[in-house]
Each structure stands twice: as structure tokens, then as C-alpha cells.
């Protein structure tokens, strides 16, 4: 695992960081950020386009990001990524920022254009590329149910799909509340009469086995994106028998291997993927913000599944 540096190392014009070999001019900046891996695909990618500069990781408290992301043109960086806690944070830090971005209420992505900070957020449009890789299929012409609707990654999903104006769209969460405050957020999106049927165009419910069956039996796409799933012991996230053969299935999580709600699908006849591809994606794309070129995917997907 590559080494973590500090804020500290950025803010006092990044000596350090500059004189590595090749020198930092990109990094992760997290709170925890040890266990990233984005380190190994971005450098795979500078290597493989023959870019003088390596991708590190930086541990920023949160009191440090605003004086961090301020710090880096001068201390030479072309940009950064941002990951949890800091996200909403660095929205608020940056000079402009992206219709997605603002809608989505965060940035993952910093590009340093001479002295501004211009903010992107590469995980809605990421999701849409894994969602097409995976499944050959464009999220405009899928009934899509997100769990997990009301924390950071459902939320970056559901603003993509209703920007996407997808078929159908039904927000799931624990706190029912946050649920339903994203969808009257995401209503402008679905007046239309373009949908058919009779299930409403969008729709928040609790994270319930009975509204869950209700609502599974008119989407194409489930998505997990509750911070359930990782661990073996964690409780199922919707019972195997709501599982139909017609659906999709994709689990956000990018630790790799089959996740327990992948088996069940996979059980049930549905089709499943991980998180792995969103993770890929949304990574090339922040390559292709920072370059302006496009990114070398077969690299950077062989460093990632390696690491
Ligand atoms: P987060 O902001 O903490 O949100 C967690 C979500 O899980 C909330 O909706 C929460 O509901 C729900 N939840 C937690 N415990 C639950 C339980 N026992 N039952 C039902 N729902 C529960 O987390 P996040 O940052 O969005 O990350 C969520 C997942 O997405 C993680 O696995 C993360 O690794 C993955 N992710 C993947 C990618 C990728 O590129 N593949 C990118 C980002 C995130 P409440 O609102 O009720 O608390």
C-alpha cells in the first residue's frame, strides 16, 4: 500500500511532494484515505500516457480541506480527488463548479485551472458508464430502484438517473424522510407523461420487505447503496424470494468478488455486477477532466482489479 502523506506536506508549497520521483502533482485527499485505491490506477494511467507526475494520497482533516484545495497551484498540482468526509465540503471551496456537482451536492473532482479550483463530481456519470458496460444498457431506459437512497453514493446515483430522466425511478432509505426529500427534489425531472403504466414515475418508500416487493415488481434495476453488504454478517438487504430473473442487480461496493445480495440475484436467474466498474469509471473520468484526453481504461482497470 503506497505511503499516506500529510496536509501539512501540500500547504507549506509541497517541497516533499515535489521532489518525489516522478514528482505529486495529483492526489486523494480523505479522511480516512489509507485504503484508497485510486493511487494504483491513476499512476498506472500517468505511466501508461507517459505523464511526468504520480497520483498520491493525502490525509486531510476536515478543517484542513478548505486551506488544502487553496494550496494547490501553488504548489503545483494539476488536481485532485476528494473522498469522504469532504465531498459537500470541497462543493463549497471551489471557484465554479458543474451542473451535476451542484445538483449532486458534492465534488469528487478538483481541477486546477491556473489559480481557480474548478469542481466535478465523476460518480453519477461513472455509475452510468458501469451501468452501460455491465449491463449493456442506458439508464434512460431503465425502472430503477436505489437502496440506500439517502446517503452520499445513492444520492449521486439518484440525481444522475433523474438527470438521465430514466423510465422510472423509486428512492428506498432507512430514514424514509431523506428519501422523500430527495424525490420532491428530483420531481422536476419526472413531469412529464411519458410513462405508462401503473406505477408513479417516482416514488420514496421505506427500506421495508413488503414495500419492497410492491415496488420490485416494476423495475429493471435494483442498486445497492447502503453501507450494508460488505460483511458477511450484515442482515440481507431485501429477502432472496423478492429476487425475479428479469432484474439487474448492482452492488456499489467495489471491494471485489461477489457480495451476498450478488449471490442471491445470481441464484434467483437475475444478472448482477459489483462496484468495481463505477469505481473504474469514475476515475477515468476525472483522467480525462485533469488531460483533457482520453483515459487509458485497459490500464487502469488491470491496476485496479490487481490491487
Ligand atoms: P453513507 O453516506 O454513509 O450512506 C449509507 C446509506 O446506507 C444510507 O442511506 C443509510 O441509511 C444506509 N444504511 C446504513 N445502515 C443501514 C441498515 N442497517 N439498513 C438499511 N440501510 C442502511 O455511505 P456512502 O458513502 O453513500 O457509501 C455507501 C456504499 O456505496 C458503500 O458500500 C461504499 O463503499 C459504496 N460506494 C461505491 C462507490 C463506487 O465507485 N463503486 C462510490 C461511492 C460509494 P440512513 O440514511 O437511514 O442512515
Known sequence: MSEVHAAAD??????VLRGLTPPARLAVLGDPVEHSKSPAFHNAALRAAGIDAQYVKILVRPEELSGTLRALPAAGFLGVNVTLPHKAAALATV???DDYAKKSGAVNTVLVDDDALRGFNTDGPGFLRAIREDFSADLRDLRILILGAGGGAGRAIAVQCALERCERLVLVNRTVEKARALAAELAPCFRSDRLLGPAERLAAIPHEDEALRAELAHVDLVVNATSLGMKRSDPPLLPQSHLTPNLMVYDAIYTGGKTRLIEDAEQAGARAANGLSMLLHQGALSF????????????????????
Open 95 to 97: 471557484d465554479e463548479a
Open 288 to 307: 480525462e477532466i485533469w488531460f483533457n484526453r482520453p483515459a487509458p481504461l485497459a490500464v487502469m482497470r488491470a491496476a485496479l482489479l490487481a490491487a
Open 10 to 15: 501540500l500547504l507549506d508549497g509541497a517541497p
